[in-house]
């Protein structure tokens, strides 16, 4: 079935750094992209989403990139605060009625 | 916009009983999902419903049941309740496959 990875599970940095959280799929039929931000204690919530691979959202200090050929989509972030400090998945929908998530990524961004 | 809410907020039971989560969505979206997700781990789906009295099978739909009674809520039933199952329920919804889903606060399940 459809396999999603995500790479690091665990990612510190300090206030000001870059950080970069990548996803890789295995279904081609996959379309659309999702990243979910969840602090601690609290839900899920969606960050951003892409559709395509001309599509490079940005948003809340985020830039969002999705490489179809290589079917892999990268959450990067510029400037870390320690606000960042979360953990994010990435899912991924294709035409079954469940999306597929990646087991998640812990971000800690140090002041 | 909508929410999702669920109930209770925490859930302790005793070891083999039998324990319901509830879940309602006012969005009116067609699909609604209950995860499982351990302490600082990722989701795992249990089940999911397109319509009204649907029910698909997720990859950890063994010791669940579930009931989509009406559009608006969806139920899962721990049946028989185990320590290691200790986690937190996730219930979500979603208006199409070409959306993002929407979490509700979740249920923290405790098994005495």
């Known amino acids: 079935g459809e396999q999603v990875e995500q790479r690091p599970p665990h990612l510190s940095v300090r206030e000001g750094d870059s950080a970069v959280i990548t996803c890789t799929y295995t279904?081609?039929?996959?379309?659309?992209f999702f990243w979910y931000k969840q602090e601690p204690g609290a839900s899920l919530q969606l960050l951003m989403k892409v559709f395509s691979s001309t599509e490079i959202n940005e948003g809340q200090g985020f830039t969002v990139l999705l490489n179809k050929k290589d079917k892999r989509l990268s959450l990067n972030l510029t400037a870390a605060h320690p606000g960042d400090s979360a953990a994010y998945f990435c899912a991924v929908n294709n035409n079954n009625n469940a999306p597929r998530f990646g087991a998640g990524t812990k971000l800690s961004v140090k002041p | 916009g909508g929410i999702i809410t669920q109930t209770p907020k925490f859930l302790i039971g005793q070891e083999g009983q039998k324990l319901t989560l509830k879940c309602q969505q006012n969005?009116?979206?067609?699909?609604m999902y209950w995860y499982r997700q351990d302490s600082g781990k990722g989701l795992r789906l249990i089940y999911y419903s397109i319509t009204e009295n649907d029910l698909q099978k997720g990859d950890l739909s063994e010791g669940y049941d579930a009931s989509r009674e009406k559009k608006s809520s969806f139920s899962l039933t721990v049946t028989s309740a185990q320590k290691n199952e200790m986690a937190v329920f996730l219930c979500?919804?979603?208006?199409?496959?070409?959306?993002?889903?929407?979490f509700g606060p979740g249920t923290r399940l405790t098994v005495l």
């Open positions: 969005f009116n979206h067609d699909t």
């Open positions: 279904d081609p039929n996959s379309y659309y």
């Open positions: 979500a919804s979603r208006r199409d496959s070409y959306a993002e889903q929407f």
